[in-house]
């Protein structure tokens, strides 16, 4: 990789000629600018083994402060009868001087494929300097407007390095975002976007540790390793002003099947070729006490040799020794709930688990999350002890709405709002729902044993309550109680709100 950045930087500090950077033109979708790769194009293996190759990018403009995602996606195939040629995507962005951005040196998914196509996705988060008490004495720029305001403006693109025979790197078709080569740049920038990297303590395994019999930098499953699952978690707080969030994971799997030259020694497997593994993403909203809120839990699960994307499931892949640097990406839009007591915060979870096979090593994972759709933002106000009417009115005045009330049995005087999730004064985005937990009113079930069944039904009504007659019992042994309330339910003296409805049944003589 540094030789990859010393290479690059070199370019970069040159006025960035179209033969470097290739924008052949910008798809918009929805949420991100994509600039696909134009056509397919060959790399070869460079001197000395050197083969990097920025196959396409364009100008990214960030404010101070701010951060945009870049990703990458990676489209390749290899002729046929080479055994398990390694190709890598990096996505790395460098300033207008030419050096790579501190902290961004791009994130590599590497993989050893066995000849056809395949395809992976790799990201970074862009990060632009904040502002510093340095900054605010800067004079205006050329067109008399802020210096703090004039947005920085990097260069990012997708490479492809570790070429060791010719590979062919594939353009989508017009349009296509799902398939082929292209970059990706998120549309709105995030100033709450936020990363994660799982890596060994020195970023890799190193040769020392390769044939040793102690603990290791890496993680293992399977084989003499007791855990056959690794989890890579972490928390993040939506902002205000976000209506959906977007996560995205990536990272690698290698099988240690024997000799394989990518584990060490005492971990790979005596004998067989191939592992299966379970991979997936979960995603859940917390409440302020950190239990599962809003939606239901989502998992997603990504077949990247087939792009794929499932949701609620989590399916099989196979690893074998022919691609044994298996890549896993996951790209999960969320919408965020408001009514999770006024939290926005979010856990996620990158699982992979060993299912058969030989052991695998669990290696560079990485998770980042942004806000990927805002709004405007209003203040939730205070409605506990309005009526129901004037707590309609004042949440909708505050471009709110409130959907059906929960209705309640209690004490307070029916239609009094009892609860307001999200609480008051939560900043939420205009839109938003706040649920609203409403006083049914309480009163006391009148016996009515006994009773006609006009009479019993007239009691009910004055109690509030509303009378169900029930099909009539059919009984001739007492005519006396012919057209009497034999059974009630619920019985007398028992609570309940106001409208309830009360079951009552009769006697009937039907000879």
């Known amino acids: 990789m540094k030789r990859m950045i010393a290479a690059f930087a070199a370019v970069a500090a040159v006025a960035w000629p179209a033969a470097v950077f290739t924008c052949a033109g910008v798809a918009h979708a929805d949420d991100y600018t994509y600039v696909p790769l134009a056509a397919n194009r060959d790399v070869f293996p460079g001197p000395n083994g050197a083969s990097d190759a920025m196959i396409v990018s364009t100008p990214v403009s960030v404010k101070r402060g701010e951060m945009v995602r870049v990703t990458g996606q990676l489209a390749v195939s290899v002729p046929g009868g080479h055994s398990w040629p390694e190709v890598d995507l990096a996505v790395i962005c460098f300033d207008q001087s030419g050096h790579a951005i501190p902290g961004q040196p791009g994130f590599g998914s590497g993989t050893n494929i066995g000849g056809g196509a395949f395809q992976w996705n790799a990201d970074i988060l862009l990060v632009a300097p904040p502002i510093t008490n340095a900054l605010t004495s800067l004079p205006a720029n050329n067109n008399g407007g802020s210096v703090l305001q004039t947005p920085l403006v990097y260069y990012c693109g997708v490479m492809v390095t570790h070429v060791d025979y010719q590979t062919t790197v594939l353009a989508p078709a017009p349009g296509q975002t799902t398939h082929g080569t292209l970059l990706g740049v998120s549309s709105i920038p995030d100033p709450g976007a936020q990363q994660w990297f799982w890596s060994p303590p020195q970023g890799y395994c190193p040769t020392g540790d390769k ?260 099909p009539p019992i059919n009984n001739c042994a007492d005519e006396s109680a012919q057209g009497k309330v034999q059974t009630q339910s619920p019985l007398r003296g028992t609570q309940v709100s106001l409208g309830a409805q009360v079951e009552i049944r009769t006697i009937s003589c039907n000879r």
Not at 324 to 344: D, E, F, K, N
Not at 346 to 366: H, R, W
């Open 211 to 470: 044939n040793a019999s102690g603990p290791s930098n890496c993680v293992y499953l399977g084989g003499r390793n007791p855990n056959s699952m690794a989890i890579f978690q972490n928390t993040w707080q939506a902002s205000n002003d976000a209506t959906v969030v977007d996560f995205v994971a990536t990272g690698q799997n290698t099988v240690c099947f024997q000799y394989s030259g990518s584990c060490r020694e005492i971990d790979e497997s005596s004998g067989g070729s191939s592992s299966s593994i379970t991979s997936y993403l979960k995603i859940q909203q917390l409440d302020q006490n950190s239990n599962p809120c809003g939606a239901a839990t989502v998992a997603y699960s990504e077949n990247t040799v087939k792009g794929d994307a499932e949701t609620d499931t989590t399916e099989t892949l196979n690893v074998s020794k022919d691609q044994h640097h298996l890549p896993v990406y996951y790209h999960a839009t969320v919408p965020v709930s408001q009514v999770c007591g006024g939290s926005r915060a979010f856990a996620t979870s990158l699982y992979t688990q060993l299912v058969g096979g030989d052991p695998i090593k669990f290696e560079n994972k990485s998770l980042n999350a942004i806000n990927l759709e805002r709004t405007a933002t209003t203040t939730v106000p205070p409605v506990i002890g309005l009526t129901l009417q004037a707590a309609t009115a004042a949440i909708v005045a505050a471009g709110l709405y409130t959907g059906a009330p929960n209705n309640v049995m209690s004490t307070d005087p029916p239609g009094t709002v009892l609860a307001q999730n999200s609480p008051a004064r939560t900043v939420e985005p205009v839109g938003s729902q706040v649920q609203i937990t409403v006083s049914a009113g309480q009163t006391s079930v009148p016996d009515v044993l006994g009773a006609s069944m006009p009479a019993a039904e007239q009691s009910i009504k004055n109690a509030g309550l509303a009378p169900v007659a029930l």
